[in-house]
């Protein structure tokens, strides 16, 4: 089967998050939702997630799944308000209790932060499936990344989130603790296994020089021909040197403290204090 997919797209932070449609009913999964947040004030703000409620409601859309493909370091999640809005579980890969463990122990969380993906509806491990109406869903873990990254292969479509880009842009970075080029490499291998027809929605368009539209769509066929860093059948070891070299070039990016407290919580902010305030920590030097 086809699902019907409407990307909703992030300018603030590159990210598309997904409502993915069974065609034949009215249930449906988003996928990777943003929660904006501006740094300098510290507010939050629901606009996008607002756009995508609206949307499935003016489609008379029945959600049954948030997915999250990974613990965003880019962007804080909107699942929680999204599911108070018009339902639906809370998903992501079993490994969330590693990326929770070592995290924990960068925010100094204590004995009352749980490591152990109790804070999600649903803790998919490689080869579950699930469904959105009719339509099967399979998952495949492929981290790298992260450690608890996953794609989600729903009749036709993947939803890779951050381990490829478009094929001009190449794949994704791989020095955040946890994360490893050459387990990257070997989970892009699982992906570029699917049929070549199947379609590619990725979790970040940056616009590469030379092209003028954000895109993210593209397929399996054009990412083995085409993908910049992993294309035409690269050997894992000149990616290994490729993206190690140049992960050591790259920033940290600017909301990875607030998005990875909140992130690996399910997209909720830390317990509030005795007078209801809400304090995300800064760790120094530690990332």
Not at 33 to 47: A, E, K, M, N, Q
Request: hydrophobic fraction near 35%.
């Amino acid at each position: 089967m086809s699902p019907e997919v409407t990307g909703f797209f992030d300018e603030a932070t590159n990210t598309i998050s997904y409502v993915v449609r069974d065609p034949k009913g009215s249930a449906c999964a988003i996928i990777d939702s943003v929660l904006d947040f501006d740094y300098s004030s510290g507010r939050t703000d629901t606009r996008s997630a607002d756009a995508i409620i609206a949307f499935v409601k003016e489609k008379g859309y029945d959600v049954q799944w948030l997915l999250e493909s990974h613990v965003h370091a880019d962007h804080l999640s909107a699942a929680p308000y999204i599911q108070e809005q018009v339902g639906g579980k809370i998903g992501i890969g079993d490994r969330i209790t590693v990326v929770q463990d070592t995290f924990g122990k960068v925010f100094n969380e204590g004995t009352e932060f749980q490591r152990d993906g109790s804070q999600f509806d649903k803790l998919f491990k490689e080869g579950d499936s699930f469904h959105i109406g009719q339509l099967r869903g399979d998952v495949l873990h492929t981290p790298g990344h992260t450690p608890a990254c996953l794609t989600y292969v729903i009749g036709d479509a993947a939803f890779v989130g951050d381990t490829l880009f478009m094929p001009d842009f190449g794949t994704a970075r791989c020095d955040f603790p946890g994360g490893s080029s050459k387990m990257l490499y070997n989970s892009i291998q699982k992906i570029l296994a699917l049929p070549d027809e199947t379609r590619i929605f990725v979790g970040h368009d940056y616009k590469a020089p030379g092209r003028d539209e954000y895109e993210w769509e593209t397929t399996v066929a054009e990412q083995k021909a085409l993908n910049v860093h992993i294309g035409q059948g690269k050997s894992v070891e000149d990616f290994v040197q490729m993206r190690d070299t140049r992960d050591a070039s790259l920033a940290m990016p600017k909301l990875i403290i607030p998005s990875l407290q909140v992130n690996m919580r399910a997209g909720n902010m830390p317990e509030p204090d005795e007078k209801g305030d809400v304090f995300l920590k800064v760790p120094v030097n530690k990332l």
